[in-house]
């Protein structure tokens, strides 16, 4: 007998369990199955970026994760027996609840988004493969094998691979996996260390590399990150001993700190590739199948997330019929640019921290060492990379979902960007920008007076959409339904003049689909006709 779904997610990891989050949410009920018979206990991705944490709070687990966590506020630098403290992340950056990188273990992440999607109607199917699969225009039918041996057949109207770099989907769907390996070994490990400074973390530069400690709490307090040495011979899949670990970290901190009770330990080689296409009909792909990098800057487990959450929504609206034509179209175009950005910017990051030149060990442990500091000094300096790695400023401008519309305002977020996040109140209780537009569908923010619109003209928009549109009208005043700046300046120090006629349409995953000025109201319907068309 065959089985039916709308969507198969093949892959249980912070990618897989992120999109069935938001199908979820979105009313849609995946099947979700993993080959693996448990979810890690090892830490391996390790930070959750601010941009995350902002789109899982729609689900209601981001105040679980940061209490699990630790908010990274300090970097201990140790060069040439020199210890400098840098502030890092401690900016109160105006237009985000969360301006903090939060320190979790995977094993965290995955359980908590686990214990929401089962309580959302989803449940985790481990020991399930997929073993092969076939595309037609209408579906694509999996065949599916259970830890018991048992094999099913499964006709699904999409396909998303969320299952890594050795995707199973991607392999079946016969999408090039583009790019190569660093030739580096790479010891992972969770463990306990004595002689380090609790609280932040650490990172020791030397001539051959660099060796870092990150403060995990759980399953061991430390996650420790070192390159072996280019002549060592140690084979990538061999075994790490406590000693070996020991040895390569006295090489970077001269004996001063002391390793025990290992939880995880491993050796790993890091790969930079990039799938040719996200999409192949049916069939899609999302995370680690879709793009690998370095660790550095910790982008990949919130770039895949950020995957799910751009695909889910898109799903959704196609599944449910409310979706204009070309809608699934725009996931490629919108998110394969940002894997190919972070793939550049892993490279380049990764290739200073680990590279054997001579002119770039001297950059690395003489000139950056008294560079940095200065650097980190200066707040708009930090600011700016802060934005940069916390995926703040990701945007979609040459999106077809992104237009600007008759007179936009001169400042302020633009079509494609992140919608920014302020404190407001509305009907006199308090709440937030993102959680006046965290629920489901699309929002419409629109600024002024109030003149310029009439009532019933704003009121009849969302009425015989295919989906749910919500109009917020965004000002200064404090009447009822109005979500009200009780600074009276905050929205303004975004860009966003309550003050002035404008227009925001925001999509369900924040970012704003369409602005104009008061004259946009009939490029606005036409908008929505295309992407959000009446039933």
């Keep these: 007998m065959t089985a039916s779904v709308d969507v198969l997610i093949v892959g249980a990891g912070p990618t897989g369990l992120a999109l069935a989050a938001q199908l979820a949410a979105d009313g849609v009920r995946p099947?979700?199955?993993?080959?693996?018979?448990?979810?890690?206990?090892?830490?391996?991705?390790?930070?959750?970026?601010?941009?995350?944490?902002?789109?899982?709070?729609?689900?209601?687990?981001?105040?679980?994760?940061?209490?699990?966590?630790?908010?990274?506020?300090?970097?201990?630098?140790?060069?040439?027996?020199?210890?400098?403290?840098?502030?890092?992340?401690?900016?109160?950056?105006a237009d985000t609840a969360y301006p903090h990188l939060l320190l979790l273990s995977q094993a965290e992440t995955e359980r908590i988004l686990s214990e929401h999607v089962r309580t959302s109607g989803v449940t985790v199917e481990r020991g399930v493969e997929l073993v092969d699969l076939r595309s037609t225009a209408d579906q694509v039918t999996c065949r599916l094998r259970h830890r018991d041996g048992r094999e099913e057949t499964v006709d699904a109207r999409y396909v998303v691979g969320c299952d890594g770099a050795h995707s199973a989907v991607r392999r079946a769907a016969e999408i090039a996996f583009e790019g190569s390996s660093y030739p580096q070994t790479f010891v992972l490990a969770d463990v306990e260390a004595d002689g380090l400074a609790t609280g932040a973390a650490h990172a020791f530069l030397s001539d051959t590399g660099m060796l870092l400690f990150f403060p995990l709490g759980r399953p061991a307090s430390w996650r420790l990150l070192v390159m072996r040495p280019p002549a060592d011979p140690t084979p990538p899949d061999a075994t790490v001993t406590l000693d070996q670990a020991q040895t390569l970290t006295d090489g970077y901190t001269g004996g001063t700190v002391r390793l025990h009770d290992p939880v995880w330990m491993t050796n790993f080689r890091l790969h930079h590739r990039a799938a040719r296409h996200y999409r192949a009909g049916r069939i899609l792909l999302a995370g680690d199948a879709?793009?690998?990098?370095?660790?550095?800057?910790?982008?990949?487990?919130?770039?895949?997330?950020?995957?799910?959450?751009?695909?889910?929504?898109?799903?959704?609206?196609?599944?449910?019929?409310?979706?204009?034509?070309?809608?699934?179209?725009?996931?490629?175009?919108?998110?394969?640019?940002?894997?190919?950005?972070?793939?550049?910017?892993?490279?380049?990051?990764?290739?200073i921290a680990t590279s054997t030149n001579p002119l770039v060990r001297f950059a690395r442990t003489r000139i950056a060492?008294?560079?940095?500091?200065?650097?980190?000094?200066?707040?708009?300096?930090?600011?700016?990379?802060?934005?940069?790695?916390?995926?703040?400023?990701?945007?979609?401008?040459?999106?077809p979902l992104s237009v600007e519309g008759p007179r936009p305002p001169r400042h302020g977020p633009r079509a494609g960007d992140r919608l920014p996040d302020a404190p407001v109140v509305r009907d006199r209780q308090p709440t937030t920008l993102h959680g006046a537009t965290a629920a489901p569908g699309w929002h419409l923010l629109v600024c002024g007076p109030g003149r310029t619109w009439a009532a019933e003209q704003v009121e009849q928009l969302s009425h015989g959409r295919g989906g749910p549109l919500t109009v917020r009208r965004l000002g200064v005043s404090d009447e009822p339904g109005t979500l009200h700046d009780p600074d009276g300046h905050a929205l303004r120090r975004l860009g966003l003049d309550t003050d002035a006629d404008a227009l925001y349409l925001v999509r369900p995953d924040g970012h704003i689909g369409f602005r104009s000025g008061a004259q946009g109201w009939a490029a606005l319907v036409d908008y929505l006709d295309r992407w959000l068309p009446p039933s």
Excluded: C
């Excluded at 970097?75 to 890092?88: A, E, F, I, Q």
């Excluded at 599944?319 to 394969?336: K, N, S, V």
């Excluded at 060492?369 to 940069?388: D, E, G, H, K």
């Design 369 to 399: 060492p008294a560079v940095i500091p200065l650097a980190v000094r200066a707040r708009a300096a930090r600011a700016f990379a802060f934005r940069t790695v916390s995926e703040l400023d990701v945007r979609y401008r040459r999106s």
């Design 31 to 93: 099947r979700l199955i993993d080959r693996s018979t448990d979810r890690v206990h090892e830490s391996r991705a390790l930070a959750i970026q601010p941009r995350t944490l902002e789109v899982l709070a729609r689900f209601g687990v981001t105040d679980q994760l940061i209490a699990d966590g630790n908010p990274a506020v300090r970097l201990h630098l140790h060069v040439r027996n020199r210890v400098r403290t840098l502030p890092m992340f401690d900016l109160g950056l």
């Design 290 to 351: 879709a793009h690998i990098h370095s660790p550095a800057g910790a982008q990949g487990m919130n770039t895949g997330i950020q995957d799910a959450i751009n695909l889910g929504w898109k799903l959704a609206h196609t599944l449910h019929g409310r979706a204009g034509a070309g809608l699934l179209d725009t996931y490629e175009p919108e998110r394969a640019p940002i894997g190919r950005m972070v793939l550049r910017f892993t490279d380049r990051a990764f290739t």
